[in-house]
């Protein structure tokens, strides 16, 4: 039998609930999450100072298939980049973009990657 779609998506949810109240005793400001772009998805979109944050959130249950963060590759950085471009032109964000990665394994515990490109 192949993966529980419903389970993935749950481990996802949690996974981002996680990273959203992590980021926050950070002090970033959460301003919205799963916003959907044509070639892609934004996980979490954030403010840190005056910086506009796009957080790709990666969870796993095990580090069966690797880690979550070396998840996410060349691919996902470019759907990343052009969910961005939209999400700049949507929300008429003009200041700088960056991204960060949380990620997430089989202990629970949140790991932030900044600049992670």
Not at 24 to 44: C, M, N, P, S, T
Not at 98 to 110: K, R
């Amino acid at each position: 039998m192949g993966p529980d779609p419903r389970g993935a998506r749950e481990l996802g949810r949690r996974g981002e609930r996680l990273a959203a109240d992590y980021l926050r005793r950070r002090g970033y400001r959460v301003l919205g999450a799963g916003f959907l772009a044509r070639r892609g998805e934004i996980d979490l979109v954030c403010r840190h100072g005056d910086r506009l944050v796009l957080v790709e959130v990666k969870t796993r249950s095990s580090g069966a298939f690797g880690t979550s963060s070396e998840s996410v590759g060349g691919r996902k950085r470019r759907a990343l980049n052009a969910a961005a471009a939209e999400y700049r032109a949507l929300a008429g964000w003009r200041g700088p973009i960056d991204f960060a990665v949380v990620a997430i394994d089989g202990d629970g515990q949140p790991e932030l990657i900044e600049d992670p490109f």
